[in-house]
């Protein structure tokens, strides 16, 4: 019989419970976590805002990546890349790619009233979702990433 893994928040554990590894380190001495927030799937609206617990004035660079499906088994997967940098107004230098067969999946990003990381995600109302993943490396590692709130919205700006 051959030991399966299962990556979790705390880091990857063989099927005894057992943690294997908590993040990896290469031999500079850089670290990177890369953690999976969940399913995500709407709620009876098109756009879904999920607020994160990462500060809009803390001065880190973030990766989120979306992986999912919507109706009509078409893939959704994409990502976006940008740093929250103090006295910024909005995700700073953001990149957004697309390697999906349809718009959609991540389309936009913005601080929340309370200065939280806020991530939308384009979907169908019904028969949907995703996981969304989000990374860090280096000298911008965060371990403690999660969702505070998530929501349905016919809007994809101004939620939070």
Known sequence: MTD??????????????????????????????????????????????VKTNLGGSVNQMHKFEYDGYTYSSINCHNSVTFYTYHGTSSPYDPSLVNWGETPGGIVNYYYSSDDYVVIVIQASPSYTGGFLYHQTGRSHVNHAVDILAHTSSSNNSGVY
């Open 4 to 49: 399966a893994v299962s990556l979790q928040r705390a880091g990857i554990y063989n099927t005894t419970g057992r943690i294997v590894q908590t993040h990896i380190q290469s031999t500079l001495g850089s670290a990177g976590q890369r953690t999976c927030l969940g399913f995500i799937a709407p709620n009876g609206a098109t756009y879904i805002h």
